[in-house]
């Protein structure tokens, strides 16, 4: 009896030491030099942080990526999905020139928009010759913030919508058709059948999708850095700031705290609100 309580344990220790050798040393190090320094426990990295002119535009920043890129990437990809499940003509060739950006690095996609976004870009270009503008919108001038915003979250919905896209579809063919099909003797519609019958059962594909994309799109940096600069400050790009450029490791490691507690707050609030069927009943 204690050999079958041990044997679990010791098929999970090697996994434990990996994540407390990559997670939690470095958790408790960061904790650490957030709020301590020479003299011992202290609140002035943080004092700092707040009163750093870049912090606030920076959160207000990453909150605004989350709030409008996830919800429209989790549409689109819910879309494509059933699409594809419609079994369209090329069905394949939609679904690898949809999953082409997950091979395009961040920095390269970032590149790749600044090329229409730019001054002289594709889009300016396009406006000028259709008599639509004289000279071109500034579009990632610092004093645009709102248009930067959108140069941003095009980027992003570009890049990073097929992940999301690939857990969905990935989630949808593991669905029994039989809930469906008794959906559609009974009347439902097309709508009804969606609302009803497969987004709950598709519950647990979308926690896993919003839960990981809410995450990297905390961690979205490259992107914006190659588009905007420091114009349109991230959290993540804050934390290279301090730590490369600033040379103060504790009030990057603050700006890593404030990063995680975001990241443990959306996923606790998706575990408790995007539930799978069986724990809803």
Same mark, same amino acid.
């Given at each position: 009896?204690?050999?079958?309580?041990?044997?679990?344990?010791?098929?999970?220790?090697?996994?434990?030491?990996?994540?407390?050798?990559?997670?939690?040393?470095?958790?408790?190090?960061?904790?650490?030099?957030?709020?301590?320094?020479?003299?011992?426990?202290?609140?002035?990295?943080?004092?700092?942080?707040?009163?750093?002119?870049?912090?606030?535009?920076?959160?207000?920043?990453?909150?605004?990526?989350?709030?409008?890129?996830?919800?429209?990437?989790?549409?689109?990809?819910?879309?494509?999905?059933?699409?594809?499940?419609?079994?369209?003509?090329?069905?394949?060739?939609?679904?690898?020139?949809?999953?082409?950006?997950?091979?395009?690095?961040?920095?390269?996609?970032?590149?790749?928009?600044?090329? %229409?976004?730019?001054?002289?870009?594709?889009?300016?270009?396009?406006?000028?010759?259709?008599?639509?503008?004289?000279?071109?919108?500034?579009?990632?001038?610092?004093?645009?913030?709102?248009?930067?915003?959108?140069?941003?979250?095009?980027?992003?919905?570009?890049?990073?919508?097929?992940?999301?896209?690939?857990?969905?579809?990935?989630?949808?063919?593991?669905?029994?058709?039989?809930?469906?099909?008794?959906?559609? %003797?009974?009347?439902?519609?097309?709508?009804?059948?969606?609302?009803? %019958?497969?987004?709950?059962?598709?519950?647990?594909?979308?926690?896993?999708?919003?839960?990981?994309?809410?995450?990297?799109?905390?961690?979205?940096?490259? %992107?914006?850095?190659?588009?905007?600069?420091?114009?349109?400050?991230?959290?993540?790009?804050?934390?290279?700031?301090?730590?490369?450029?600033?040379?103060?490791?504790?009030?990057?490691?603050?700006?890593?705290?404030?990063?995680?507690?975001?990241?443990?707050?959306?996923?606790?609030?998706?575990?408790?609100?995007?539930?799978?069927?069986e724990g809803a009943r």
């Amino acid at each position: 009896m204690a050999a079958r309580l041990r044997s679990p344990w010791l098929l999970l220790l090697p996994s434990i030491v990996l994540l407390a050798a990559l997670f939690g040393w470095p958790l408790v190090q960061a904790v650490a030099a957030a709020f301590r320094d020479d003299h011992g426990f202290t609140l002035a990295h943080w004092r700092r942080l707040v009163d750093d002119p870049y912090f606030f535009p920076a959160l207000r920043n990453t909150l605004l990526l989350i709030v409008i890129v996830v919800p429209i990437q989790l549409v689109l990809s819910i879309g494509m999905a059933l699409l594809l499940q419609a079994r369209p003509r090329f069905a394949a060739a939609h679904f690898y020139l949809w999953c082409v950006p997950l091979a395009v690095s961040e920095l390269a996609a970032g590149l790749v928009w600044l090329a %229409v976004f730019g001054n002289r870009g594709y889009l300016n270009s396009l406006l000028v010759r259709l008599g639509l503008s004289e000279d071109g919108v500034q579009w990632l001038g610092y004093q645009h913030t709102g248009t930067m915003l959108l140069a941003v979250v095009v980027a992003e919905i570009w890049r990073a919508t097929s992940l999301v896209f690939v857990i969905v579809i990935a989630g949808m063919q593991l669905l029994p058709r039989d809930y469906d099909e008794a959906a559609q %003797v009974f009347g439902a519609n097309p709508w009804q059948r969606l609302r009803h %019958v497969t987004l709950p059962l598709l519950g647990p594909s979308l926690q896993v999708a919003l839960i990981l994309r809410t995450i990297l799109a905390l961690q979205a940096f490259a %992107v914006a850095q190659a588009l905007t600069g420091r114009d349109f400050p991230l959290l993540v790009g804050e934390t290279y700031q301090w730590y490369s450029n600033l040379q103060n490791p504790a009030v990057a490691s603050c700006v890593s705290l404030v990063v995680l507690a975001i990241s443990l707050a959306t996923a606790f609030f998706y575990l408790r609100t995007v539930r799978d069927p069986e724990g809803a009943r």
